[in-house]
């Protein structure tokens, strides 16, 4: 048997490239013949996956970048929530009161009875006048009956307004009581308020001895009345419920 020639075999070895390239081409492969959760995104071309080859309903919004789907329409308000041990949900009302006993921000109802008030003297003749028994106090008309309501005040914090003339409006000044921007004292009634003793809380100007009407009384450290250009703001907080407000 002759020994084949060099072209026989290079146009032979071309031959059989020739068709197993053309065989290889004509595979086609399909799901079974990928191994599950065996693709990644590397695997895919960038750009090439488009809408058609979703199907329609799969995706769920955990599958998009947070912010890149719209919002929805706004639904309707909720039902108010029950009663609780403590009253209505989102009862409660306040007030802010400046240095002159003016009403600077309120959450609504609040009107002033008297700041800071020089009342005619009405003690015996003789007597030291008391003119200013209710100089010290602020008399606030809440528009409620407060038999079913607490109240709550407090010094608001003051560093703008050196009130010594020491220099020192931090807070900082050594000694006791040596800070008036940030000291002092405050209490609150109800008027009218009759406490164990049987004796109502009196509440000196006409107009604010009633159940509607409290007291706020800012003092110095000491106890003392504070005085007009020394005084500070003060919060009041009127808490329990307030659906009985005129």
Known sequence: ???PSAPLIVSSLALLVATGGTSYAAMEYGSR???DDSLRSID???DTVRSRDVRDDSLRAKDFREGSLPAGERGPQGETGPEGPEGPAGVGRWL?????GAIVAQSGGFEIVAAYPTLPNTAAEGSPSNAQRANGNVYIDANEDLGDNGIVATIALQNTVDQNGDGVTSGRAPG???NP???GEISVSQCNFTGASGIPTNCAPAGAQNSESFVVSPRNSDGSF???GKRKRFYVIISGDSSDRS
């Open 181 to 183: 921007e940030f000291s």
């Open 33 to 35: 013949d990928i191994k």
């Open 176 to 178: 006791p009581d040596a």
């Open 1 to 3: 048997m002759r020994r």
């Open 226 to 228: 504070t005085e007009d």
């Open 96 to 100: 802010l009161v400046d240095a002159s």
């Open 44 to 46: 895919i071309k960038d």
